[in-house]
């Protein structure tokens, strides 16, 4: 399988505690994003990667959050000091990326992984 | 600058059509559709870009009005596996790669 995927599937957590999750692109997909999903809502948009570079942080992204693609390859995103506002489903998309200039690319979503804090 | 979805729900039997609307304050450079179903990621189902042509899927097609600024969904002849929440995310011009979603609109097919 070659789509996008993430780990862990589910996180249980006390409140407090430090969290990492995983996310592993489609091969050769120059950008990879965070979204941030809870009921009935869509996906919030929360960190942007092109290749290794973090170009772009959504305000919700507090200073307890933080993301790293250290070799353009897979990602990971670090919370601390989860609160229970923390819990929802963390998703990773990954996308080609354009030739150059401007180009609206498809996003390949992940499975996502479902963080509970208690 | 979230895109407003309508209607949030639609209640279907099999072999009905379906319209989905997007729309948006702000001028947009695309409109992208997904689909999504209960505990699983949402999965692409087309991009429509400015200036570019109505797009389709199967038996699903949709149209980007750019003065208007809206997006619309057509769903025909629709099939049990329609079901599931469908998500629009729009592109504003001048703006990043990043498309922001609306709430979704929860499609539910009866037999």
């Known amino acids: 399988d070659t789509g996008v995927s993430q780990d862990p599937r589910h996180k249980i957590t006390k409140r407090g505690q430090n969290v990492t999750f995983r996310c592993d692109p489609i091969?050769?997909?120059?950008?990879l994003y965070w979204y941030r999903q809870t009921l009935g809502q869509g996906p919030e948009f929360l960190t942007y990667?092109?290749?290794?570079?973090?170009?772009?942080k959504s305000r919700l992204l507090s200073d307890r959050f933080s993301a790293e693609r250290p070799k353009g390859s897979f990602s990971t995103l670090e919370i601390q000091r989860t609160e229970q506002g923390d819990s929802a489903m963390y998703l990773c998309?990954?996308?080609?990326?354009?030739?150059?200039?401007?180009?609206?690319?498809?996003?390949?979503f992940g499975p996502g992984t479902r963080l509970t804090v208690l | 600058q979230q895109p407003v979805q309508s209607p949030q729900a639609v209640i279907l039997r099999e072999g009905e059509d379906a319209v989905i609307n997007c729309s948006s304050s702000?001028?947009?450079?695309?409109v992208h559709w997904y689909r999504q179903k209960h505990g699983e990621a949402p999965v692409f189902l087309m991009i429509?870009?400015?200036?570019?042509e109505q797009m389709r899927h199967e038996k699903i097609s949709a149209s980007f009005n750019e003065k208007k600024q809206q997006s619309s969904l057509y769903l025909t002849a629709s099939q049990l596996s329609y079901s599931g929440t469908y998500f629009c995310?729009?592109?504003?011009?001048?703006?990043?790669?990043?498309?922001?979603f609306g709430r979704g609109t929860s499609l539910i097919v009866h037999p």
């Open positions: 990667f092109q290749n290794e570079a973090q170009l772009e």
């Open positions: 702000k001028a947009l450079y695309s």
């Open positions: 091969s050769e997909h120059n950008r």
């Open positions: 995310g729009t592109e504003i011009s001048g703006g990043s790669y990043i498309p922001t």
């Open positions: 429509l870009l400015k200036g570019g």
């Open positions: 998309a990954s996308s080609p990326g354009g030739l150059g200039g401007r180009s609206a690319d498809t996003q390949y």
